[in-house]
């Protein structure tokens, strides 16, 4: 992929040069919050945005299949239960979208935990106005759950699925230990990419530390300033209960260096990568791997009890979808069936192209432990063929 070339022209192309005209080269954490957010020509907040259909920009785990759906409604169960099962159970979902998730959540609480389900209140949390107009028609069947936090905050779980690669990200450069930040600049043929000194003392020590990790090499990354905050938000907010996130990425000692040169920092459009970061601003979606060693120094500092972080695959596993597969291959008519589910599900539990392994889940505990979900990837998966 390359990161500079000619731009298409865009309702926004034209507002980011005549920002860069007047304040000179824009930070790439500037140009991926206006991409994204601007509020009338960003992609998600105008609502471009095309997730798990034909011709998607991208596809979620709950678009692949709704065994997912069903696996985080395992989670919300196993949670009410290490709460004492509350008088009222809330389930905040952080970045919700087109309300895909929370549609198979509550369909599945509905059918196996109506009790719970009763005693439930489902609490979406979406910047986009244009993906919360899509919620309203798909948890149609679940109008009477959707509530909000009130002033003494929730107990309950706080669930969010690729919400933080979307998070706008300083993008930069380390060479030999010094460090600079990606900057769009205007060309003769649109944007172009530029570095420039940083500024901010925070970030440039942040930058500085990864640097260091390989001091002699040439490199990439990313710092996203606002996931620490977005963590102590959620928390504060929280009386009592857990927070798991689920995204690509992983610690920093792995996921940033020279096997990397770039970073992580990718478009996409139609189902693939753009050839340019700085091509249709606006009009593609942006996105960086998460830095999971961030969230489990804020979560330290918050005193929040952590696991280890987890893959999706163990995730999975660990809420039940050896059940769940069981299930689907005994409905399976003849042997094409059978391999249509298999198939199906080799993107969310397997490695290479899929999500098994490149997704990750931080889980925390809010005044109580984290162990107290009873997660246990390895139990899970005794006697599964697969």
Known sequence: MTVSGKSTETPLLRIIVEEIERLGPMEFRRFMELALYHPEHGYYSSGKVRIGAENADFVTAPHVTRLFGRCMARLVAMADRALGEP???????????????????????????????????????????????????????????????????FCGLHLSNELLDAMPVHWVRAVGGETSLVCA????????????????????????????LHPAQEFHFEINPAAAGWLASVAQRCTRGFIVTIDYGDLETRLFGPQRPEGSVRGFT??????????????????????FSVLFEAAARLGLDTLALMSQ??????????????????????????????????????DGTGMGAAFKALIAGVGIEASALGLDPEGAVKGLQF
């Open 87 to 153: 008088a009222t159970f809330t389930l905040v979902e952080g970045g919700p979208g087109e309300g895909v998730l929370a549609r198979d959540i509550l369909d599945a609480l509905a059918a196996s935990e109506p009790g719970l389900y009763r005693r439930l209140v489902y609490v979406p949390e979406e910047v986009s106005p244009a993906l919360a107009a899509r919620q309203i028609k798909i948890l149609a069947a679940h109008a009477d759950k959707l509530g909000v936090i009130g002033a003494d905050g």
């Open 313 to 350: 695959r163990d995730l999975l596993f660990a809420t039940g979808i050896a059940t769940e597969i069981k299930r689907e291959e005994a409905r399976a008519a003849d042997e094409a069936e059978l391999m249509a589910v298999r198939q199906e599900l080799w993107p969310l539990l397997f």
């Open 185 to 212: 600049d205007a060309g003769p043929e649109g944007l172009i990419r530029t570095t420039k000194g940083i500024e901010d003392e925070q970030v440039r020590l942040e930058a500085a530390r990864i640097a260091s």
């Open 270 to 291: 139609e189902g693939g990568f753009a050839e340019s970061l700085f091509e249709r601003p606006g009009e593609l979606d942006i996105t960086a791997s998460v830095n």
